[in-house]
């Protein structure tokens, strides 16, 4: 990203638009649109044809090799792409490189109320890096240098920082409010029991560790591969059964860990299930979460840790104490 650019990550958008972009009527052929951009020619660089109506409203988008390729006789409305994702004009540099991240387009229009384009925002903004833009193979290393620079501007920037990531810290903060409440609900197993309570710190970090490693292998499959519902229940299942050897293995380690010492049967099926449960659910939280915030267009690298890890704490103690509640019954 260019120095500039780092600089004025909280700038409005609409400091940085190019005005230059290419436009075609609604009403027009493929053949009326080339003739009219023959004539006359955009001044700036062309990454998509933007398609408006007779009072300069966005209609869709036409990406430059469908335009090219058509049908001169095909009508522009036959071809263009109508689900338009806009820029609002009261957005920053920050949240249109985000835009750039998690939509992995080349250029938006940046749209009023009226839905009227104000101007464009393209990569150039961001990386002198762009290259030959119809080199479709260097777009997953291009959108990548984005997210390294914007990494690199955040940390520069501590509030700009802690405004990213304390929201979704709140998952943890609710996470522990919510585990406190459950173990208020279980008070009286605990009491009979006192040592489930022993034993806590090891059933979460086991679920939170199979959880951790979920979602660090998902954003490693994310990479240059948009998610769909298909591909995301195939990894769910794919995952929550490697979570079962796991979380089998691990449980089985405990349980007799903690049978040799105490002696107590009923502690020891608690910990089977109560881990093998959690570590199950832990993992297919961190497969999911990932891919449905990508699905959604949100940002997983930031969001998806603190989710599932809140996720599956309360999972793992949900059995862990069910488990509990019917062995001392």
């Known amino acids: 990203m260019p ?21 075609v009527s609604v ?22 044809f933007y398609a408006v109506d007779g009072e300069g409203r966005l209609q869709g988008v036409l990406p430059t090799r469908r335009l090219l390729l058509s049908p ?18 009261n957005a ?12 992995r387009l080349l250029a938006f229009p940046v749209i009023d109320e009226d839905r009227r384009i104000m101007g464009v925002v393209d990569v150039e903004l961001y990386t002198a890096e762009l290259g030959d833009i119809e080199r479709s193979e260097r777009y997953d290393d291009l959108f990548q240098l984005i997210g390294v620079h914007l990494s690199g501007a955040l940390q520069s920037s501590p509030f700009l920082a802690f405004r990213r990531r304390f929201p979704w810290l709140l998952c943890n903060i609710f996470g522990g409010l919510a585990a406190a409440f459950l173990a208020g609900v279980f008070e009286r197993e605990l009491k009979l029991a006192a040592a489930l309570a022993m034993f806590i710190p090891v059933v979460l970090a086991l679920s939170e560790s199979v959880s951790i490693q979920s979602v660090s292998l998902t954003l490693q499959y994310l990479r240059g591969r948009p998610p769909t519902v298909k591909t995301l229940l195939a990894k769910i299942g794919h995952e929550m059964g490697t979570g079962i050897f796991l979380g089998c ?18 502690l020891a099926v608690c910990l089977l299930g109560g881990i093998s449960g959690g570590v199950v659910c832990s993992a297919g939280f961190g497969v999911g979460l990932p891919m449905l915030l990508r699905i959604v267009k949100r940002d997983p690298h930031v969001a998806s840790g603190p989710m599932a ?3 599956a704490d309360l999972a793992t103690l949900l059995f862990y104490f069910s488990l509990a509640r019917w062995m001392w019954g």
């Open 249 to 266: 293995a691990s449980a089985i380690c405990v349980a007799a860990a903690a049978f040799l010492w105490l002696g107590e049967g009923r």
């Open 27 to 48: 009403g027009q052929t493929v053949g009326e649109a080339l003739a009219q951009i023959r004539r006359e020619p955009p001044e700036g660089r062309i990454i998509y």
């Open 72 to 89: 001169l006789e095909t009508p522009v409305t036959e071809i263009m792409v109508r689900e338009v994702i806009g820029i609002p004009p």
């Open 309 to 311: 890890l809140a996720a």
């Open 92 to 103: 920053t540099v920050l949240d249109a490189c985000e835009f750039f991240i998690m939509h």
């Open 3 to 23: 120095v500039q650019a780092q600089q004025h990550l909280s700038d409005p958008i609409v400091r940085h638009l190019r005005k230059d972009f290419a436009r």
